[in-house]
């Protein structure tokens, strides 16, 4: 049996304020603290998408924006939580990694504008800052599990830190999910 260090666990339990796809009571949790300009994650989020359609699990995203390497992450995951607010989360998401390297104002409002959002009130929540506090929590609670880097990936709540593949990732979701499945049959025959 392994132990698994704080520094390896989801600290900041999922919640229905998570931007999630999938149900949040599902036999795999997978959590993403990711950057909309970090490249690592764009391949992450390919990975992702993959595997969801290989497999049913719950998907969540928060935001861990590196500015000091990506001067436009806060302002991009600003957007995608203005996005959110017009229930476009996941549209916005998509397109943010489908084209980062573009990620500035003009990109973010062709964004907007593609997804068609409310275009007033999208500037008015950019303008205002209005969900800088969201990112900022999603910022904590990265930091508070052992989070310092993008992308970063938990399992069921375990750090994932094996290499950045379809397969090996694929591999250690069922793995969990064989554990997780396997732990609820033994917990129902008690």
Sequence with gaps: MSQTSDSDRLLMPIS??????????????LVEYGDYQCLSCSEVHRMIQEIQQQIQLCFV????????????????AEAAEAAAAQNKFWQMHNLLFANQSAIDDSYLLE????????????????????????VTQNIQGGIQSGVISTPALFVNGVRYRDAWDTQRLLAAIL????YANASARNSESI
């Design 111 to 134: 964004c907007a504008n593609q997804i068609q959002l409310d275009i007033a009130r999208f500037l008015r929540d950019m303008t205002d800052h209005i969900h800088t506090e969201r």
């Design 175 to 178: 793995y969990e999910n064989g």
């Design 16 to 29: 229905e304020h998570d931007r999630t796809q999938g149900t949040i009571d599902a036999s795999v949790v």
């Design 61 to 76: 995203f928060r935001h861990f924006p590196r500015i000091h390497l990506h001067p436009q992450a806060q302002k991009a």
